[in-house]
């Protein structure tokens, strides 16, 4: 089995930081992308930010220059850090990766059960 269990959501106050982590573990070969998305009431669940493998990063445009998002391979875990939120940040944030397991066959697509991160004005 696998798991994604991120932490680090909560309430703060517009212009203040977060830092979310999300860790995978369990029968897992190696990790392609790992991501970061969110998700508001009614809303669809929208790209945050990614990294693959080798560290190449993509972003959505609201948060470019607020949000970092970064990777450690040898935890298999990846972070977000979010700088300067804004009320329209808030959201659940869901990590998600793309990864191979041990016993061969195709990339499977993993998601966590998400943490809400909430903004006041």
């Known amino acids: 089995q696998v798991q994604l269990v991120e932490s680090g959501g909560g309430l703060v106050q517009a212009g203040e930081s977060l830092r979310l982590s999300c860790a995978a573990s369990?029968?897992?070969?190696?990790?392609?992308?790992m991501g970061w998305y969110r998700q508001t009431t009614g809303s669809e669940r929208e790209l945050v930010a990614t990294?693959?493998?080798?560290?190449?990063?993509d972003y959505v445009d609201s948060v470019k220059d607020r949000f970092t998002i970064s990777r450690d391979n040898a935890k298999n875990t990846v972070y977000l850090q979010m700088n300067s939120l804004k009320p329209e940040d808030t959201a659940v944030y869901y990590c998600?990766?793309?990864?191979?397991?041990?016993?061969?066959?195709?990339?499977?697509?993993?998601w966590g059960r998400g943490t809400q991160v909430t903004v006041s004005s």
């Open positions: 369990g029968e897992i070969l190696s990790i392609n992308a």
């Open positions: 998600n990766m793309n990864y191979y397991t041990p016993y061969g066959g195709n990339e499977y697509i993993f």
């Open positions: 990294i693959t493998n080798l560290g190449r990063t």
